[in-house]
């Protein structure tokens, strides 16, 4: 893979991933309906609305910062898979009629942050072993 295609791809995957994540903030910061309905049919509301969007604003600024990529999309990697647990498990594949579409945000982020972290896994790897 040639590192022109690597830069390009990384980038799309991290403008992809924030952009989804960003978009989700207005919902979750305003109380809209649809989020109170979801955060209270988990138990988690308010306070796991709150919590879940200002992770998720910590997540979508460390993927777009290249140094700290690796750390956001681990964290958002976290958080999707809450979202699609929940989904799978109290809130059905639809939420209130929305035809699957946050489920298919969620998958679209935890994709793009799996492939954020196998992009940047040479500074996991330099973590772990203490090489920097």
């Not at 979801?38 to 306070?47: A, D, K, L, Q, V």
């Not at 750390?71 to 639809?94: D, E, N, P, R, V």
């Not at 969620?106 to 203490?130: D, E, P, Q, Y």
């Amino acid at each position: 893979m040639s590192i022109k295609f690597a830069n390009t791809a990384t980038w799309v995957l991290r403008i992809t991933a924030s952009l989804i994540l960003l978009q989700t903030l207005f919902f979750k910061f305003t109380a809209a309906q649809e989020s109170v309905y979801i955060f209270s049919t988990i138990g988690m509301e308010p306070w796991g609305r709150i919590g879940t969007g200002i992770l998720e604003l910590i997540s979508s600024s460390l993927i777009l910062i290249p140094a700290a990529t690796l750390f956001g999309s681990l964290l958002a990697i976290g958080l999707m898979t809450g979202a699609i647990f929940f989904h799978l498990t109290k809130l059905g594949i639809s939420v209130q009629n929305d035809g699957g579409q946050l489920f298919i945000y969620a998958l679209i982020v935890l994709v793009c942050s799996v492939a954020l972290v196998f992009l940047t896994r040479k500074s996991l790897i330099g973590i772990l072993t203490n090489k920097q």
